[in-house]
Nanobody, 115 residues
Framework: QVQLVESGGGSVQAGGSLRLSCLASGTIDRINSWAWYRQDPTKQREQVAHITVRDATTYGDSVKGRFTVFRNDAKNTVYLQMNDLKPEDTGVYYC?????????WGQGTPVTVSS
């Protein structure tokens, strides 16, 4: 069984930065990709960043140029560096791990950005 645990969320003022981490534990033979999603109570969960095993990255339009996703497969960890945070970045951030035949989600870490 694979489990994901996110950390690094918190409260920050607009313009500030946070770095989220997501650690995967369990038997993981191969990783296809990681992704970060966020959700607030008024919106659907949206993907904000995605990274493949070949380090190809994609970002949501609202975070391009401000967020960076990177990974350390030796540590089974993915990160999301968030800079120049805005109030609209507020939400619960979830990581997703895709391996052959399965996908796993973390429990989420909350981020609050105040103006």
């Amino acid at each position: 069984q694979v489990q994901l645990v996110e950390s690094g969320g918190g409260s920050v003022q607009a313009g500030g930065s946070l770095r989220l981490s997501c650690l995967a534990s369990g038997t993981i033979d191969r990783i296809n990709s990681w992704a970060w999603y966020r959700q607030d109570p008024t919106k659907q969960r949206e993907q904000v960043a995605h990274i493949t095993v070949r380090d190809a990255t994609t970002y949501g339009d609202s975070v391009k140029g401000r967020f960076t996703v990177f990974r350390n497969d030796a540590k089974n960890t993915v990160y999301l560096q968030m800079n120049d945070l805005k109030p609209e970045d507020t939400g619960v951030y979830y990581c997703k791990l895709v391996i052959p035949g399965a996908a796993y989600w973390g429990q989420g870490t909350p981020v609050t950005v105040s103006s």
